[in-house]
């Protein structure tokens, strides 16, 4: 295939590659996605939707959907950003954020979307490693000079940073941005949103798409000082003015309010992430400790990539990254109790094979 028509920029391009979304059923544990159905509300709004309203554009503002995030986080409408997802909340923070004066630091291994975005505003990057056994490297993040983004919890190692660490960092030089991508906070994390007022130079990023089990429908938002939130506005008014639509404003809104809902799954995911890393580790596989809705484990004997392979063989998808530090690694999303007994059963039967 030529790419004649190509800019130079777009030839310049490496895209992120999202996991597999297999047309076959399967055990899917590869995309950190919830196990279970959204809040029943959805449901009842959804068979409730007047499907004449989507005749008109959406409200560019969001404004039902920022004042029920207001209310449910304790923070101000001019506080919150919304956007299709965090991945896109993201990538304006990264355009509107830094540029070659402003560079961009994140560790080693994290969220591999960092660098496409960099790459693709062409923004200079600071690569920091994580130390040997994966924590933050935050005293070299703290002397960089330009800005930061951070999961937190980590992906994917799903380790998280205390809330005084984060405070460290951001106290450390208040002229440079930090990015908080709180993706799984709710998963066991300590989230920085309630810092948002005291620190000008911090922008906490979630998604409805992991504790809301709403990765379907593309909601995401940041938290921060109103100068933040302007200039992200800035940047989505350049580009889209209606990124969320109407259905998934109203979506997002009745899931966030379910509170009851959030509270029992996230329990429940946790408890599953509990009892399947102590079982994991009577099989001898070495687990990295999680506070996400995933897990990050090393099979003691065999190849993680082979396991990878021949889970898949079996119907289970889990994700392996082919890189270096973490190729022996696997990232296992939590699913329900059955299917993380399933999985449990397939590694006995390799293993016993091998
Ligand atoms: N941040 C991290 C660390 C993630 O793993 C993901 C999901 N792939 C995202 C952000 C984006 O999530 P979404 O766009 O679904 O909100």
Do not use: H
């Not at 004066?101 to 994580?130: G, Q």
């Amino acid at each position: 295939m030529s790419d004649r028509l190509w800019n130079a920029n777009t030839k310049k391009l490496i895209p992120y590659v999202p996991g597999e979304q297999p047309r076959t059923k399967c055990i899917k544990l590869n995309t950190n996605e919830n196990p279970y159905p959204p809040s029943p509300n959805v449901k009842d709004l959804l068979s409730d939707f007047k499907y004449d309203s989507l005749r008109l554009y959406p409200d560019p503002t969001s404004s039902n959907l920022k004042e029920g995030l207001a209310e449910y986080y304790g923070v101000e409408k001019d506080e919150i950003f919304i956007g299709n997802g965090s991945d896109e909340v993201l990538a304006f923070a990264f355009q509107a954020f830094f540029d070659k004066e402003m560079p961009v630091a994140f560790p080693d291994i994290t969220y591999s979307f960092y660098p496409v975005y960099a790459n693709l505003y062409s923004i200079p990057t600071e690569i920091i490693p994580l130390d040997e056994n994966f924590n933050m490297p935050l005293k070299a993040i703290k002397v960089f000079k330009g800005g930061v983004v951070l999961a937190n919890p980590n992906a994917p190692t799903g380790m998280a940073e205390p809330l005084s660490a984060i405070i460290d960092l951001l106290k450390s030089n208040p002229d440079r941005l930090v990015i908080i991508d709180e993706a799984y906070i709710d998963f066991g994390g300590e989230t920085a949103t309630g810092l948002v007022r005291n620190y000008e130079n911090l922008l906490v990023v979630q998604t409805v798409s992991k504790s809301r089990s709403l990765a379907g429908l593309r909601v995401g938002y940041a938290f921060g000082n109103p100068s933040l939130i302007k200039a992200l506005e800035c940047i989505r008014d350049s580009f889209n003015s209606y990124t969320i639509d109407t259905l998934a404003q109203k979506v997002a809104l009745v899931a966030i309010k379910d509170g009851t809902w959030f509270e029992q799954t996230r329990a429940k995911i946790i408890k599953t992430r509990e009892w399947f890393i102590a079982a994991l580790s009577e099989l001898g596989f070495t687990t990295l400790p999680s506070k996400a809705n995933f897990i990050f484990t090393k099979p003691s004997k065999s190849c993680a990539s082979e396991l990878y392979e021949l889970l898949k063989e079996k119907g289970i998808l889990i994700r392996y990254f082919r890189k270096p530090r973490i190729d022996s690694y696997l990232r296992i999303s939590i699913g329900t109790d059955e299917e993380m007994e399933q999985l449990l059963i397939a590694f006995e039967e390799i293993l016993n094979q091998n």
